[in-house]
Each structure stands twice: as C-alpha cells, then as structure tokens.
C-alpha cells in the first residue's frame, strides 16, 4: 500500500520486451538464498563472469554491498531483514524491466520475504536458487569470522546460531556447495538457463 492516494504511474514507450529483444535474451532475477559462509557471493561472482563472456546484461546485488549504501539504514532484526528484501525486490523487478539478469546474493532467512517477492514478479522471472552447505561447514569456512564473533557473543542474531534461517521448500533449483565446486555451481545455473530458453528471446 502507498502512503499517499495522490499518484499516479507513467507509463513508457520503450518497454521490457523491447529492450530483451535488443539485449537478446530474457531477464529475470536469480535469487540466490542461503547461510552466511554458504557461498552465494562466490558463486554469483564467478556465474556474473561466465554470463558477462556470453554477452549476457547482468547486475549483481550483494548483501554485504547495499547494506553499505541503499540500505545502510537497516539493521538484522527481522524487521529490518524484511524491509532489506522487500526493497531489493523491488530493485530487482527495475532490473528485469531494464532487460538485464539480476543476480542477488541475501541470507533472504525468511520464506514470507521471499515469497513477496515471487509475487511481486511474474512467475518465470524470479528464479529462486537454494545455496545450501550445513551450518557447521559455513562455521568452519566463516570467510569474514563472524561465526567465531557470533558464538563469541559479540553479534547478536546471527544466522544459524540466534536466527532462524528457514530453507526453501521447493525451489527452482538446489546448489548443494558441499558437493559442487564454484565452477560446477555456475554452469549449474547456466545449464538451468539455457534449458528454460532464458539467454535467448
Ligand atoms: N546478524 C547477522 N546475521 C547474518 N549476517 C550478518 C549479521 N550481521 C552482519 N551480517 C553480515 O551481513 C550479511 C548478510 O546481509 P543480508 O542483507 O544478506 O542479510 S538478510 O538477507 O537481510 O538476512 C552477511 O553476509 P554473507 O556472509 O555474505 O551472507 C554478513 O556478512
Ligand atoms: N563449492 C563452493 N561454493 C562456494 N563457496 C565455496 C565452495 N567451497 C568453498 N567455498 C568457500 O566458502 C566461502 C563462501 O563465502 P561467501 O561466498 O562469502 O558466502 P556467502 O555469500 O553465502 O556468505 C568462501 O570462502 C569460498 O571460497
């Protein structure tokens, strides 16, 4: 709901088929979920890459990133985690407008957040990716060493450990990163894309 009854939209003459046609493939979002430590920015990092070398338009969405600038003014409480995803869908859907594939890295813990978003976009342009790896290998990978300052008692509400994360129950796919390797991870999703005619229009 908006705050002010006094709007009203505007519409554009060149719309998103146009601008998929001239970029000549389809956008959508690639909403990857999972622990802190699970390997969301890895894996988006290096399928951006791939997806760059093929000509694909891509923007990446980082946690870590828009918490330094867009939404630098939330914190993790669940209301704040909320607000960070409802925003970043809402991003997500200017991207796809803008003809471009999206690629998010979020904890994104809660399934209502995620579902909003699902329903804020048609359902072929959120594609909603699992990066699952038990808490215990996140802890012991911990990248930045959060994990030891969470067990620590120095952040409070951390993921996995005084947070709830709640796993997808079906989502469009599954990368499990205790199996798959960062190389194997991306043309996973590649692979996805290509099957469901995404880099072509
Ligand atoms: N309390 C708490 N819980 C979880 N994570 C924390 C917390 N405090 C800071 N961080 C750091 O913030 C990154 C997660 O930000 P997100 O915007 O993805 O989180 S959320 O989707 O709103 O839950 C997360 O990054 P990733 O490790 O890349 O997931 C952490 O580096
Ligand atoms: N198969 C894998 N996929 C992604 N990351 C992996 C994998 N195996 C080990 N890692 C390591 O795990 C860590 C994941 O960290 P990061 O990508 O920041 O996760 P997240 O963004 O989910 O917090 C990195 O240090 C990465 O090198």
């Given at each position: 709901?908006s705050?002010?009854?006094?709007?009203?939209?505007?519409?554009?003459?060149?719309?998103?088929?146009?601008?998929?046609?001239?970029?000549?493939?389809?956008?959508?979002?690639?909403?990857?979920?999972?622990?802190?430590?699970?390997?969301?920015?890895?894996?988006?990092?290096?399928?951006?890459?791939?997806?760059?070398?093929?000509?694909?338009?891509?923007?990446?969405?980082?946690?870590?990133?828009?918490?330094?600038?867009?939404?630098?003014?939330?914190?993790?409480?669940?209301?704040?985690?909320?607000e960070?995803?409802?925003?970043?869908?809402?991003?997500?859907?200017?991207?796809?407008?803008?003809?471009?594939?999206?690629l998010?890295?979020?904890?994104?813990?809660?399934?209502?957040?995620?579902?909003?978003?699902?329903?804020?976009?048609?359902?072929?342009?959120?594609?909603?990716?699992?990066?699952?790896?038990?808490?215990?290998?996140?802890?012991?990978?911990?990248?930045?060493?959060?994990?030891?300052?969470?067990?620590?008692?120095?952040?409070?509400?951390?993921t996995?450990?005084?947070?709830?994360?709640?796993?997808?129950?079906?989502?469009?796919?599954?990368?499990?990163?205790?199996?798959l390797?960062?190389?194997?991870?991306?043309?996973?999703?590649?692979?996805y894309?290509?099957?469901?005619?995404?880099?072509?229009?």
């Open positions: 709901m705050k002010s009854k006094h709007i009203s939209w505007h519409g554009s003459l060149v719309t998103k088929e146009m601008r998929q046609k001239r970029n000549k493939h389809k956008s959508a979002v690639l909403w990857f979920t999972g622990l802190s430590g699970s390997g969301k920015s890895t894996i988006t990092v290096e399928l951006e890459r791939k997806l760059y070398q093929l000509g694909i338009h891509t923007y990446r969405l980082d946690g870590d990133n828009i918490r330094h600038g867009l939404n630098k003014n939330l914190g993790f409480t669940a209301e704040g985690r909320s960070n995803i409802r925003r970043i869908g809402e991003v997500s859907k200017l991207f796809i407008d803008a003809g471009v594939l999206a998010t890295a979020f904890i994104s813990p809660y399934r209502d957040d995620r579902n909003l978003v699902r329903a804020l976009l048609p359902s072929n342009e959120f594609i909603e990716i699992y990066v699952k790896c038990r808490l215990e290998v996140c802890e012991e990978r911990d990248p930045k060493g959060l994990y030891k300052k969470a067990r620590a008692g120095e952040i409070a509400g951390f996995g450990i005084d947070a709830p994360y709640e796993a997808p129950i079906s989502p469009e796919l599954t990368i499990d990163t205790e199996k390797s960062v190389e194997e991870a991306a043309q996973r999703v590649i692979h894309l290509l099957e469901k005619e995404y880099l072509t229009v």
